[in-house]
């Protein structure tokens, strides 16, 4: 008879051992006496049936086939106690939350959201350069850089391309942004546990490699403000999450984007870990 595991920790197969940031987490969970393994979310061969619980951790791979991880996320969630729970999840794919938080007050990157071509035919860019991206997509795939001025027919060849998959947004391009980078605030079941500054092409490079240059700093209070509002505004109350901040180009932070479906947690030491794990406690089916 298998035996029974108290926590998958989902990977993919370029992690099938986990991306670094989590290594740290399995020593901490393993420490309140769980019996945990790292298993990769569409292998096909996995009993799920022997994971009370399954964690989302490097799951980097989801984005390249969404009809698949819909179909695996409606098989498991009958069957295993997922974290967050497949409600979150779902509600992440889409950026359109972003419209969410601005409906809310919450400061967000002004963005013209485009949903058929018709759109693109009668389109006005309001800004010097902008930047284009699927409305459903993780990290950069599918993000590109344009001057709206001289490279309009470019500009509108990528969107129709990206209209076939996904809704598109078109944002400003924050120069600003270059200059101070992203803040990341880390929250677990609430509570903030950390902040992170990182390059703007914090999305360039490894998994590793993105991790290894995050520095953790101490938020400012308009940033701590920020955060808390947003978790207020979520309708799902998540375990972890990573709220994504920028600065506008006139030095206020806006949300970039909200991460709870496979983000990097920067869990650079044990504090972190061990905050994580045991905020993780009360979740888990025993």
Same mark, same amino acid.
């Given at each position: 008879? /298998? ?22 987490? !399995? ?5 309140? &006496? ?46 295993? #106690? ?14 359109? +939350? ?14 013209? $959201? ?12 309001? $800004? ?16 590109? !850089? ?13 969107? #129709? ?19 101070? &980078? ?18 703007? &092409?914090?999305? !360039? ?23 808390? %509002? ?16 920028? %600065?506008?180009?006139? &030095? ?15 869990? !650079?030491?044990? %504090?972190? /870990?061990?905050? +994580? ?10």
């Amino acid at each position: 008879m /298998a035996e029974s595991l108290d926590i998958g920790l989902l990977t993919c197969s370029d992690f099938p051992e986990l991306q670094s940031d989590f290594h740290l987490l !399995k020593t901490e969970l393993e420490a309140q &006496g769980l019996k945990v393994r790292p298993v990769i979310w569409n292998q096909m061969e996995v009993d799920w049936s022997n994971f009370k619980n399954l964690l989302f951790c490097s799951v980097w791979d989801y984005c390249s086939n969404y009809p698949l991880f819909h179909k695996w996320l409606a098989a498991r969630e009958v069957q295993c #106690n997922i974290i967050n729970s497949p409600e979150i999840i779902r509600w992440n794919l889409n950026k359109s +939350y972003l419209q969410h938080f601005e409906k809310n007050s919450i400061p967000v990157i002004p963005t013209h $959201w485009i949903y058929e071509q018709n759109q693109v035919t009668y389109l006005n860019f309001d $800004w010097q350069d902008v930047v284009v991206k699927p409305a459903i997509g993780a990290g950069s795939s599918g993000m590109k !850089k344009f001057e709206s001025l001289r490279q309009t027919d470019k500009i509108k060849t990528h969107i #129709n391309f990206l209209l076939e998959d996904s809704i598109v947004m078109v944002q400003p391009y924050l120069e600003s942004a270059d200059k101070f &980078g992203e803040t990341a605030l880390i929250y677990f079941n609430g509570e903030l546990s950390h902040t992170t500054h990182r390059p703007l &092409g914090g999305h !360039k490079g490894t998994a590793d490699e993105r991790v290894e240059t995050a520095t953790h700093i101490e938020p400012s209070d308009e940033q701590i403000a920020l955060g808390k %509002k947003v978790l207020e505004t979520i309708p799902h109350k998540p375990t972890y999450i990573r709220v994504d901040l920028l %600065k506008d180009d006139s &030095g206020k932070d806006v949300v970039l984007e909200v991460e709870m479906i496979e983000p990097s947690l920067f869990l !650079k030491n044990s %504090k972190t /870990a061990s905050t +994580y794990a045991k905020a993780l406690a009360g979740c888990l089916v025993k």
